[in-house]
């Protein structure tokens, strides 16, 4: 018999932060607050303009880390992004 010092957990730790990569842009939601039956939408930045938009209250902890996301992708303006298995846009400009 194994003790519980040997056991480890299924999942690595609850990330409340989620990032997606839509057609339009990348939105960052938290996963512990549901609207509407989705995690609640937090940030938005368009692949075109890169600005991000902060929407409503985010905590200051997601919303440290949302910025520093957001700057990284910035940082890679012209650049190309996978946003899909077979598509990518060039970021800050058309494609």
């Not at 989620?18 to 996963?31: E, I, N, S, T």
């Not at 890679?76 to 077979?86: T, V, Y």
Request: hydrophobic fraction near 40%; charge should be positive; charged fraction near 25%.
């Amino acid at each position: 018999m194994s003790n519980s010092s040997d056991l480890k957990p299924i999942h690595e730790k609850h990330d409340r932060l989620f990032c997606g990569c839509y057609p339009g842009g990348l939105v960052w939601a938290d996963r512990d607050r549901l609207v509407g039956g989705d995690y609640r939408r937090l940030a938005f930045m368009s692949y075109e303009t890169l600005e991000l938009q902060l929407e409503g209250r985010v905590p200051e902890a997601l919303r440290a880390r949302i910025v520093a996301d957001a700057a990284e992708i910035q940082a890679k303006r012209g650049q190309s992004f996978q946003i899909a298995g077979n598509m990518s846009v060039i970021l800050g400009g058309k494609q």
